[in-house]
T-cell receptor, first 113, second 111 residues
Framework: EAQVTQNPRYLITVTGKKLTVTCSQN?????MSWYRQDPGLGLRQIYY???????DKGDVPEGYKVSRKEKRNFPLILESPSPNQTSLYFC????????????FGPGTRLTVL | DAKTTQPTSMDCAEGRAANLPCNHS???????VYWYRQIHSQGPQYIIH???NNETNEMASLIITEDRKSSTLILPHATLRDTAVYYC????????????FGQGTELSVKP
């Protein structure tokens, strides 16, 4: 079954404690993205990757890092989380630009105290 | 990417067709119209997309006006499980497939 998985699904942490949210896809897709969703602001792209070792900033990259060492994995790293990063996070993958369906993960709800 | 305008909310009776409109008057010639939906706080789900011709798949139909400035998503026989927020997005899937999500239309399907 084609899917994007994220872990953890829920996380409560404290300011400044480094954390990583993992994302994995089993479809051999080239493109992967991270989004955050906040009330009234919709989903906004944080970072994206168009291939292994190729990443770039989206619209709201401040406070986040990513890496793409393997095609299937695209972890999101918060080196020093702050309360304004409390949000619902989604990972997404797309075969390539000519594809139609972009697949989203189930979401990670992060609370930073 | 072009901006889209959708009604904030709509109701539909179960078993009836749901017609969700979208305006995208500034759409560029190479931009596609995509429809995604989000049920509660789950990950968005792709529904359908089109460039200029009408499209149909197992989930829905998409009608795009000849001038491409607006479109309508049709769910032919809405069920309670179709209650969700529906997003109309115009995109060329650049920047890693970037989608700009607006506020969408909150569709409530009622028994």
């Amino acid at each position: 079954e084609a899917q994007v998985t994220q872990n953890p699904r829920y996380l409560i942490t404290v300011t400044g404690k480094k954390l990583t949210v993992t994302c994995s896809q089993n479809m051999n897709h080239e493109y992967m993205s991270w989004y955050r969703q906040d009330p009234g602001l919709g989903l906004r792209q944080i970072y994206y990757s168009m291939n292994v070792e190729v990443t770039d900033k989206g619209d709201v990259p401040e406070g986040y890092k990513v890496s793409r060492k393997e095609k299937r994995n695209f972890p999101l790293i918060l080196e020093s989380p702050s309360p304004n990063q409390t949000s619902l996070y989604f990972c997404a993958s797309l075969r390539d630009r000519a594809a139609d369906t972009q697949y989203f993960g189930p979401g990670t709800r992060l609370t930073v105290l | 990417d072009a901006k889209t305008t959708q009604p904030t909310s709509m109701d539909c009776a179960e078993g009836r067709a749901a017609n969700l409109p979208c305006n995208h008057s500034t759409i560029s010639g190479n931009e596609y119209v995509y429809w995604y939906r989000q049920i509660h706080s789950q990950g968005p789900q792709y529904i359908i997309h089109g460039l200029k011709n009408n499209e149909t798949n197992e989930m829905a139909s998409l009608i795009i006006t000849e001038d491409r400035k607006s479109s309508t998503l049709i769910l032919p026989h809405a069920t309670l499980r179709d209650t969700a927020v529906y997003y109309c997005i115009v995109s060329i899937y650049n920047q890693g497939g970037k989608l700009i999500f607006g506020q969408g239309t909150e569709l409530s399907v009622k028994p």
